[in-house]
């Protein structure tokens, strides 16, 4: 009983990182109908940047100058400040150019978009295998341990913090800016938001840095865990069965089907996992959400469609 | 000789509904495959083969696949790379299980396969669209690819987790394995990827073609017009993997001889064969050939520029690599979301008209 | 003008000018040198006709003469508004209808809306000629044979007590109405009145909660939409949805795609069966396009064509279905005059030469009285009215819907 709540528990923190990688996915898409699926790479290129100022690598020589290392709080900013002029960089040279295209074509741009932020991260900061030392807790914690003999990671717990602090101020960044207002417009219908006069560009600009942000949320939950490498861009593909679950466009989608995904992951990798030879982690999120799919399509929060002709 | 088509009366149907209407494509395109067949074979060498023949071919002939799917019935597939592999474990279970079959037989074996492995991962297309339909494809990719480990018997339980292929020969010309004439495997690769092509542009001009094209353009008024979604995105789905399955045989016998799993089925050539057809063209056959061209030729100039010519570091060149890639698959879409075929297309028009503008 | 009026009697011997002509199923009219000066001498004329059919039973085809006959403006309307009666027309060209300007006017327009120009002939042997086709063709009389006891009804659709919802949305509530075999139908209504749910219902796109639908004498239940294609159910939509990747001729082909059958194999050879299949399909298409006079952009891709002419493509490909029953959503929405008419021809022709049953969807009202020969009338998911379009077109009911007042 006390290892299936730990399982339990384990998944339910998982889960929360992988709503936060879904939560960057669902910000672009709901605003641009944009399938950004350089998001996983966002993540890395945050991290990477932010273990850069943290121990105060110079670009592309990969060469560490202590002098330039900066506290955590001005990493932090720093980091934050790179991912909105990456923003503002990918909306002037790239999205401004393919309005209007369909779908698929501004799919395909950010696979062109997530080579360039691999390559571009790698060129900058070196390839190898960084430690992001924020400072964070790990380690079990004390309290659960010794009052119910659980063991849960410190920095789950932070990570869940951390994502539902994230998730609400987005809710009210959403519901009472007017910025938040102008964004649900545009999810809603981007002409009619053009005719009462909302900038589509600034608001995609607005989106994609605030998608960056949750990215670089993200890059230092992951990297914290587990270093920060190449695989950072793979946990985007983990968020895909979370979105496909909860919906493209739907934040509370995001949260509660990281969750669901995350426990069952989980649950599926210890109960399941060994009676087929283990390591189902890979495709098992995927199958989940493909048969909760084939019973309800339109997905944990979507209303149901009707097609019209 | 000018690019005209002023005094070519077509007087059938037939004629009108011909491949190449114009006769001086059809010129060029039989001089194309003469030179391919007669002339290349003379100058190929194992790096030439190896490295830029048989991957063109078989990517192209993968990208042909995908583009039946994605591009002529709208199914966003995500799952090339895995399905590839179901053709290559095929092919070596075939050609293990029965030494004596005939390649071209194991090849269309394999591609058969692959096809009712592809229906089966279709079968959600009737419920789910679009990018949802997308990650739907990514449960075949990661499944299968974990299949390919797990299930020991399909690779014979090699120790090594790897297959490799046997040596077999064609009509007494020996095909497989490092020892193998490169022309010969040019060769029969070329045979196999032009019968295929044009059955595949016979398929897309024929009530197939137009049923698949009717699904992506707009399936509620084709389900009215009496069109089926389930033949129709089955159809597409299973005709995609035949496809998809030869390449991935054809990439295991004649072009690798050996493969493992992910490393070499994996998520990346999906994508891979993904931008091929998006900078290519959807929905053309030529596209996918010049967008296979195209992203076989380009690293290779690439890294002969950046580190032959300009002396970078090998991994250096490698991440600079990434960069251009990216920016260049970036610039192609803003440049012509429709592709390299439809520049090809645009010059023509031009060319007919020239020297006049319009 | 006024002075030909003022002469004219106020009461004329229509009874002596109806004649019967029981070999060629005619009843022959003669209205020459006839002036209808007002609504009143109009109402004697279609009773008398009234009087004589009933006598007479049967079925009848109309040959009316309008050598020099008048209609007087205040007339027009009433005259118009039953003037379908007439199957076919002759004139030696001297017909006037109306006084004033604008009335001429509205009669030239309403002449080149199709009405006058399809059956108004020169001469009485060529409005014979015609009839004798038209009868070979078994053209059922126009407005008017609903009412007609001597005919059995073929009734080709019937709706019964048709309910939709959405949630709590009623889009159809029990609804009913026959299509018969041969006739053109309008359904319309304000919008909203739930015209295209009735569409997609009658095509199975949608499926009503309650009631049933009994096409060619058999009840469907639920049905797929590509299964009512199969049974000859054809379909335009009020936002075309054509193919847009593809090119006309290719949209018109894939409407045959019931008919096509060569396998996957034979389809990859192409040269052989497939190839025959193909071209015997594509001269059924030529016809299709030569009618629609669309050959110059064969090989567009419709996409890139003006509204007009993908609405004509879409008929094209609903033609190549050869429906026993065409759905036509707004065929002729956000189109010009010029369009319209083409289009309201194209309608009457293929209900002619074809014999297709023909039920649409049309706002212009025009359009509606001058096509067809019933009028459904829905409002808020509910029938209000139904009857011959000049019937409809004076209910008080119909009116108040249409101006919003009270429900």
Redesign the interface.
């Known amino acids: 009983m006390l290892f299936l709540a730990e399982t339990v528990i384990s998944g339910l923190l998982t889960g929360v990182m992988y709503s936060l990688v879904a939560l960057g996915f669902v910000l672009i898409f709901k605003a641009s109908g944009v ?1 950004n699926f350089a998001q996983g790479v966002m993540a890395l290129f945050a991290g990477l940047t932010l273990a850069g100022f943290l121990t105060g690598t110079i670009p592309i020589t990969h060469r560490i100058n202590s002098a330039l290392a900066m506290p955590p709080w001005l990493a932090i900013t720093a980091t934050v400040f790179v991912m909105i002029g990456l923003a503002i960089l990918i909306e002037r040279l ?1 999205l401004r ?2 309005v209007n ?5 501004l ?3 950010t ?10 991260g ?2 900058l900061w070196g ?1 190898d295998v960084k430690v992001l030392d924020l400072g964070l807790p790990s380690g079990a914690n004390d309290w659960l341990l010794d009052s119910f003999g659980l063991y849960v990671e410190q920095l789950e717990i932070v990570a869940a913090v951390v994502a539902a602090a994230l998730v609400t101020a987005l809710a009210i960044f959403f519901q009472k800016t007017r910025i938040g207002r102008a964004l649900r417009a545009v999810a809603d219908d981007h002409q009619a938001a053009l005719s009462v006069g909302i900038s589509l560009n600034t608001i995609w600009a607005i989106v994609w840095a605030a998608a960056g942000i949750v990215a670089l949320v993200a890059g230092i939950m992951w990297g914290a865990k587990s270093g920060i490498q190449f695989s950072l861009s793979l946990i985007a ?1 983990k968020a ?2 979370v ?2 679950l909860g919906g ?1 466009d739907s934040v509370p989608g995001a949260i509660v089907g990281g969750l669901i995904i995350g426990v069952g992951e989980k649950l599926a990798e210890v109960y399941f996992g060994p009676l ?2 283990g ?2 982690e ?2 098992f999120a ?2 989940l ?2 048969a909760f ?2 019973v309800r ?1 339109e997905g944990l929060f979507g209303e149901k469609i ?4 | 000789m000018l690019y005209r088509e002023v005094g070519q009366f077509k007087t059938s149907y037939a004629a009108d509904q011909a491949i190449f209407p114009i006769a001086q494509d059809r010129w060029f395109v039989i001089a194309l495959l003469l030179v391919a067949f007669l002339v290349v074979p003379f100058f190929v060498t194992a790096y030439t083969a190896n490295a830029i023949l048989l991957p063109f071919l078989i990517f192209g002939l993968a990208a042909l696949g995908l583009n039946i799917l994605t591009g002529y019935c709208g199914q966003l597939s995500l799952g090339t790379g895995a399905f590839m592999g179901v053709g290559a474990y095929s092919a070596f279970k075939l050609m293990t299980a029965m030494p004596e079959l005939n390649l071209v037989i194991v090849f269309l074996a394999s591609g058969v396969i692959t096809a009712g492995v592809g229906m089966l991962f279709g079968l959600p297309s009737l419920r789910i669209k679009g990018f949802y339909l997308a990650v739907a494809t990514l449960a075949a990719q990661f499944f299968l690819v974990w299949l390919f480990y797990k299930w020991g018997w399909l690779r014979n339980y090699s120790a090594t987790g790897q297959i490799t292929v046997p040596p077999r020969t064609f009509f007494g010309v020996l095909m497989t394995g490092s020892s193998a004439a490169p022309a010969a495997k040019y060769l029969l690769a070329l045979a196999m990827v032009t019968v295929l092509a044009l059955g595949a542009k016979n398929l897309v001009r024929g009530r197939f073609g137009r049923s698949w094209m009717a699904m992506r353009d707009m399936d509620v008024a084709a389900e009215l017009m009496g069109i089926r979604p389930l033949p129709a995105k089955l159809s597409a789905f299973g005709v995609s993997s035949f496809y998809i399955g030869v390449a991935g045989a054809m990439m295991f016998t004649l072009w690798l001889g050996a493969a493992e799993g992910g490393d070499t089925f994996g998520i990346q050539n999906s994508f891979l064969v993904l931008f091929m057809i998006i900078i290519g063209g959807l929905g053309t056959v030529l596209g996918s050939f010049l967008g296979a061209a195209f992203l076989v030729l380009m690293p290779i100039v690439l890294k002969n520029t950046m580190v032959d010519t300009l002396g970078m570091t090998a991994v250096f060149a490698k991440h600079l690599e990434y960069v251009i890639m990216g920016l260049l698959i970036i610039f192609f879409l803003i440049l012509e979301p429709h592709g390299l075929a439809r520049l090809w297309q645009i010059t023509k028009e031009k060319l007919r008209l020239w020297p006049f503008p319009y | 003008m006024d002075d030909v009026i003022h002469r004219t009697a106020l009461t004329v011997d229509f009874a002596s000018r109806i004649k019967f002509n029981p070999v060629l199923e005619v009843m022959e009219i003669d209205l020459s040198h006839v002036v209808f000066a007002n609504r009143e001498l109009v109402r004697q004329f279609y009773d008398e006709v009234d009087r004589q059919m009933a006598k007479a039973g049967g079925r009848w085809y109309f040959l009316i003469n309008y050598d020099n006959c008048t209609v007087a403006p205040e007339a027009w309307e009433d005259f118009a508004a039953r003037g379908k009666l007439a199957n076919v027309q002759y004139s030696n060209g001297t017909a006037r209808f109306g006084a004033t300007d604008e009335t001429r006017k509205a009669i030239r327009t309403r002449a080149e809306a199709e009405r006058f120009r399809s059956n108004l002939y020169e001469t009485r042997d060529e409005a014979l000629a015609i009839l004798a086709t038209m009868r070979r063709r078994h053209h059922f009389l126009g407005r008017g044979s609903r009412v007609d006891p001597g005919r059995a009804a073929d009734i080709l659709l019937k709706i019964d007590n048709v309910s939709l919802r959405f949630g709590g949305v009623h889009a159809l509530q029990q609804v009913s109405f026959e299509i018969e075999r041969g006739e053109i139908v309008a359904i319309i209504g304000p919008n909203g009145a739930g015209k295209t749910s009735m569409l997609n219902v009658i095509n199975g796109f949608y499926h009503a909660q309650e009631g049933s639908i009994t096409f060619k004498g058999e009840k469907r239940p639920h049905m797929r939409p590509h299964i009512a294609a199969s049974q000859g159910i054809g379909r335009t939509f009020q936002n075309v949805a054509l193919f847009k990747g593809m090119s006309t001729l290719d949209n018109i082909m894939s409407g045959r795609a019931l008919k096509m059958h060569k396998g996957l194999l034979w389809q990859f050879l192409h040269w052989g069966p497939a190839q025959k299949e193909e071209l015997e399909h594509r001269e059924a298409v030529e016809r299709i396009i030569d009618f629609l006079e669309i050959e110059h952009i064969r090989k567009v891709p419709v996409g890139r064509l003006p509204y007009g002419l993908q609405k004509r493509v879409e008929l094209g490909r609903a033609l190549a279905m050869e429906p026993e029953l065409l759905l036509l959503d707004e065929p002729m929405a956000g189109m010009n005059l010029e369009e319209k008419e083409d289009m309201s021809r194209y309608i009457l022709d293929v209900n002619d030469q074809f014999g297709t049953t023909i039920a649409l969807i049309e706002h212009d009202m025009g359009v509606v009285m001058d096509l067809s020969n019933f009028v459904v009338v829905l409002d808020h998911g509910v029938k209000i009215s139904e009857g011959p379009p000049g019937e409809v077109q004076h209910d008080p009911v119909v009116i108040r819907a249409y101006l919003g007042m009270g429900h």
């Not at chain 1, 295209?101 to 074509?105: K, V």
């Not at chain 1, 696979?111 to 571009?120: K, P, S, T």
């Not at chain 1, 009707?306 to 002709?309: D, F």
């Open positions: 399938f790239v150019h393919l295209q369909e779908p698929i074509i799919f395909m741009m696979l062109g978009l997530a080579y360039v932020l691999e390559g571009a790698d060129l390839s593909l895909l069965p979105l496909i493209f087929v030879g390591a189902v890979n495709w995927y199958m959400a493909l799919l084939l399509p009707i097609r019209r002709v």
